[in-house]
C-alpha cells in the first residue's frame, strides 16, 4: 500500500505541476515587491533618524551660541562696573587701603575678576610698546614719540576684552606715530 500512495502521489504532483510553478513564480514576484517595499521604508527611516540626528546637532549648536551671545551681552554690560572699581582702588587714599572699605572694594573688584575668568573673558594684550593691532584695540590719540616706534601703544586708557575670539571691546589707546 505504501507503494501505491508513492505512485498516486506523483500523479497528483506531475498533474498540478504547472499550478505550482506559477504559484511559485506569483509568491517569488509578492516577495521580490515586498523586499523593495522594505527596502525603500529603510531608506526612508534612514533619511529620517538623519535628519533627526542633524536637527539635534542643530539645536544643541544654536543653544550653545544664545548661551555665548547672553554671555557676552552681560559680561559687556558688566565691563563698566569693573572699570569704576579699578578706578575707584587706583584713585584709593593711602589712609583708606587698610581701611575695611578699601579692602572691601578691593574684594568685590577681584571676585568680579576672578567671576569674568570663570566665564572664560580675557584681557586684550595692551601695553607700552605693543604694537598697535586694529582687530582688538582702538586708537583714540596719536602722539609723537622718541621712546617707541611707530604703530606702538603709548597708553592704554581703556582696558579691552574678549571671550575666545570675539572682542566685546577693543582696547583703548594711544599710538605713536613718527616724530
Do not use: C
Not at 538623519?50 to 539635534?56: C, E, I, P, Q, T
Not at 554671555?71 to 587698610?98: C, F, K
Not at 568680579?112 to 586684550?124: C, D, H, I, N, W
Amino acid at each position: 500500500m505504501a507503494f501505491d500512495d508513492q505512485e498516486t502521489t506523483r500523479q497528483e504532483n506531475a498533474a498540478g505541476q504547472p499550478e505550482t510553478l506559477a504559484q511559485v513564480a506569483e509568491l517569488e514576484k509578492a516577495l521580490a515587491e515586498q523586499t523593495a517595499k522594505a527596502a525603500e521604508y529603510l531608506q526612508q527611516w534612514q533619511r529620517a533618524a538623519a535628519d533627526f540626528s542633524n536637527y539635534r546637532k542643530r539645536q544643541e549648536r544654536d543653544q550653545q551660541q544664545m548661551t555665548k551671545w547672553a554671555n557676552a551681552s552681560l559680561l559687556r554690560e558688566l565691563l563698566p562696573v569693573l572699570d569704576d572699581l579699578q578706578r575707584a582702588l587706583s584713585d584709593l587714599p593711602a589712609e583708606a587701603q587698610s581701611s575695611g572699605w578699601g579692602q572691601g572694594v578691593e574684594l568685590v573688584e577681584r571676585k568680579m575678576r576672578l567671576a569674568f575668568q570663570k566665564s572664560g573673558l580675557e584681557q586684550v594684550v595692551a601695553e607700552p610698546g605693543v604694537p598697535f593691532d586694529p582687530t582688538v584695540h582702538e586708537a583714540v590719540f596719536y602722539e609723537e614719540s622718541a621712546d617707541y616706534p611707530e604703530g606702538a601703544i603709548l597708553q592704554v586708557l581703556r582696558q579691552g576684552y574678549k571671550l575666545g575670539d570675539t572682542v566685546l571691546r577693543p582696547a583703548m589707546v594711544k599710538v605713536a606715530k613718527a616724530a
